[in-house]
């Protein structure tokens, strides 16, 4: 008997859940895989690193605007409707104001929800035109897409009974660049290198993966060969 074809995980609930506005859509869509287009809008010179192209992502994969969050937040009128936007993004402000020195407002730009050979994973996706000086800032901004995940999982979970997303255990981080730099007087960034075996599963620890420019695309298999998965 031939091998059974995996099965492709469906997150139709988690797109139920969440506002159009922070889903990035797909582009250049077939059978089995699209592109996305990742875009840094905050960028304003023109030789910032305003957009990264995954190609040949799996379909079933959810691609979501993390910093749209507490603006756009989940897809219900009360939020996008009148007045309750405003209402949404004060509620974030005030419950943390007090302790925003630590970062727990910031958010990485982008996570994705998707698989690969069998494997669910969560990929959390920062865009940084250097490196320079942005070592704890990166770290202070996945941590709190880290945790925002998890919030995002267990409303899935709660409110639709659907643990495909909850039972993902393969976290991984990956920051494009387009400049390097280390940050000043400092040799090297502790958990920083790129080295053979390193999993990059951890906030403090992410891929740095430099592109020439801004546009550029990349093959969804190459990020995960680097990932360890052999691609």
């Not at 969440?18 to 797909?26: F, G, H, K, Q, R």
């Not at 958010?107 to 990929?123: A, H, M, N, P, S």
């Not at 040799?187 to 080295?195: D, E, I, L, Q």
Request: proline share 3%.
């Amino acid at each position: 008997m031939g091998k059974k074809k995996e099965q492709a995980y469906d997150y139709e609930n988690l797109k139920k859940l969440i506002c159009a506005d922070a889903l990035v859509p797909m582009v250049d869509v077939s059978n089995d895989t699209s592109d996305v287009r990742l875009y840094e809008p905050a960028s304003t010179k023109a030789d910032d690193l305003k957009m990264v192209q995954l190609k040949s992502v799996p379909n079933c994969t959810v691609v979501l605007r993390l910093d749209k969050f507490f603006t756009v937040c989940l897809s219900c009128k009360s939020v996008t409707e009148g007045n309750e936007k405003k209402k949404q993004f004060k509620f974030e402000k005030f419950c943390f104001e007090d302790i925003d020195k630590l970062g727990v407002r910031h958010r990485c730009d982008f996570l994705l929800v998707t698989e690969y050979k069998g494997k669910r994973v969560l990929i959390f996706i920062e865009l940084k035109t250097s490196l320079q000086g942005q070592t704890e800032q990166i770290t202070t901004q996945f941590k709190g897409g880290t945790c925002l995940a998890k919030y995002i999982s267990e409303l899935h979970y709660q409110f639709y009974q659907d643990d495909s997303i909850v039972k993902i255990s393969e976290l991984r981080y990956v920051v494009f660049h387009i400049r390097g730099g280390l940050d000043k007087g400092k040799k090297k960034v502790t958990n920083w290198a790129n080295r053979r075996g390193r999993q990059y599963d951890l906030p403090e620890a992410p891929l740095r993966y430099q592109v020439q420019q801004s546009g550029v695309s990349i093959p969804f298999g190459t990020l995960y060969g680097q990932l360890n998965y052999g691609g």
